[in-house]
């Protein structure tokens, strides 16, 4: 099993940054796509970024509303993976989830709450 926990959240003034972590207890050597995900209140779980490794070279893929504002990494001998979230504007608020899939299985985090507030 594989269990992946998510760090970094918290409360922060519009405009302002945070960095998202994600520890897998398992290598993410051999895992090629791992992503962000948020649920904002009320609201069903959507994609934020995605990374895909291929031939060491990391694609990142972002949802439009967070294009040019989030950036996703992975730092593999580490087993972690960060999301970087700069500009954030209240409409960002919502608890992220990190996945992963090891196999045949896909993994969640717990999640860890951003809320963007003044």
């Known amino acids: 099993q594989v269990q992946l926990v998510e760090s970094g959240g918290g409360l922060v003034q519009p405009g302002g940054s945070l960095r998202l972590s994600c520890s897998a207890s398992?290598?993410?050597?051999?895992?090629?796509?791992m992503g962000w995900y948020r649920q904002p209140p009320g609201q069903q779980r959507e994609l934020v970024a995605s990374i895909t490794t291929i031939s060491w070279t990391n694609y990142e893929n972002y949802a439009d509303s967070v294009k040019g504002r989030f950036t996703i990494s992975r730092d593999t001998a580490k087993n972690m993976v960060h999301l970087q979230m700069n500009s954030l504007k209240p409409d960002h608020t919502a608890v992220y989830y990190c996945?992963?899939?090891?196999?045949?299985?896909?993994?969640w985090g717990q999640g860890t709450q951003v809320t963007v507030s003044s």
């Open positions: 996945t992963g899939r090891w196999g045949d299985n896909d993994y």
């Open positions: 398992r290598s993410i050597f051999n895992v090629y796509n």
